[in-house]
């Protein structure tokens, strides 16, 4: 079974540029979670989609923002790109259980300059 | 904001030794537990989990939850090189929905 798959594996942008990042969940897992993990901060949270619906938000701006597709694939957008937005953002998707461990894909990671 | 606490480490043990990684929670409603592990530049990989008050084992690893301390802990038998990582304590929200992550403890097993 083909594991999580993001895309693109790297990027780089410039301020004020917006960026859409996408992701292929495990087949048959119906929730995907995005995360930012920075050296300073580790992983955080951003938000879980299932089912097409947003299902929880962690504690970031409204320049992120996500959606799910009827087939689980999911895109995560930002937009007008700040310095701080450099970072690894790992998409993971589990089954549609709550409370179950998450499979993390090979991330993308974003420069901005 | 619910928190993970995890001693940044680094925790340097030599190749044989026990390693001993420790996390602490805020939401007492949560109900499932996570041990990541991440070498440098790759993504978090699932070692352990564990749902119920105990220790559970899997070849060299044990997890242990108290959920009455809120406090998971990690432990590698006969630590080798190889695990030498980061190692994340994950916890998920009492609604199961967002699963929060430590910081995580750097891990040197020195051979």
């Known amino acids: 079974k083909a594991g999580v798959t993001q895309t693109p594996r790297y990027l780089i942008k410039t301020r004020g540029q917006q960026v859409t990042l996408s992701c292929s969940p495990i087949?048959?897992?119906?929730?995907v979670s995005w995360y930012q993990q920075t050296p300073g901060q580790g992983l955080q949270f951003l938000f879980e989609?299932?089912?097409?619906?947003?299902?929880n938000k962690g504690n970031f701006p409204g320049r992120f923002s996500g959606r799910q597709f009827s087939n689980s694939r999911s895109e995560m957008n930002v937009s007008t790109l700040e310095l701080g937005d450099s970072a690894l953002y790992l998409c993971?998707?589990?089954?549609?259980?709550?409370?179950?461990?998450?499979?993390f894909g090979s991330g993308t990671q974003l420069s901005v300059l | 904001q619910k928190e993970v606490e995890q001693n940044s480490g680094p925790l340097s043990v030599p190749e044989g030794a026990i390693a001993s990684l420790n996390c602490t929670y805020s939401?007492?409603?949560?109900?499932?537990f996570f041990w990541y592990r991440q070498y440098s530049g790759k993504s978090p990989e699932l070692i352990m989990s564990?749902?119920?008050?105990g220790d559970k084992e899997d070849g060299r690893f044990t997890a242990q939850l108290n959920k009455a301390s809120q406090y998971v802990s990690l432990l590698i038998r006969d630590s080798q090189p190889s695990d030498s990582a980061t190692y994340l304590c994950?916890?998920?929200?009492?609604?199961?929905?967002?699963?929060?992550f430590g910081k995580g403890t750097t891990l040197s097993v020195s051979s």
């Open positions: 939401d007492r409603g949560s109900q499932s």
């Open positions: 087949s048959g897992h119906r929730s």
């Open positions: 989609y299932f089912s097409e619906t947003q299902r």
């Open positions: 993971a998707s589990r089954s549609q259980s709550t409370n179950e461990k998450l499979f």
């Open positions: 994950a916890v998920n929200n009492q609604a199961g929905t967002a699963l929060i």
């Open positions: 564990i749902y119920s008050n």
